[in-house]
């Protein structure tokens, strides 16, 4: 079975940059519509942070906004998220999401990203 797995997360300093990586294992996912990270802080709901469509629109949550940006690779069925000026409020567990034209969801593991001094 496909799975999603993502990479790329960790403990930074305020200011400081990470980029996280999402990509399908064992086999390809067909026919996505869209790629996306989400993120979940302690206590909060999870909440969208950026998407990019099959057609390579992007859309980004306002707090994120100038700092962080999504790429793909969809040869690879893989999808990037360059998280540059991190902040506190920033700190999350993120998980990455590819949605199918048939309104399937993939979602990874989630990996923590730890934003402090």
């Known amino acids: 079975q496909v799975q999603l797995v993502e990479s790329g997360g960790g403990l930074v300093q305020p200011g400081g940059s990470l980029r996280l990586s999402c990509a399908a294992s064992?086999?390809?996912?067909?026919?996505?519509?869209?790629m996306g990270w989400y993120r979940q802080a302690p206590g909060k709901q999870r909440e969208l942070v950026a998407t990019?469509?099959?057609?390579?629109?992007?859309h980004y949550v306002d707090s994120v906004k100038g700092r962080f940006t999504i790429s793909t690779d969809n040869g690879k069925n893989t999808v990037y998220l360059q998280m540059n000026s991190l902040k506190p409020e920033d700190t999350a567990v993120y998980y990455c999401?590819?949605?199918?034209?048939?309104?399937?969801?993939?979602w990874g593991q989630g990996t923590q990203v730890t934003v402090s001094s």
């Open positions: 999401n590819f949605k199918t034209v048939n309104l399937r969801d993939y």
């Open positions: 064992a086999g390809s996912i067909f026919y996505i519509s869209t």
């Open positions: 990019i469509s099959s057609g390579g629109s992007t």
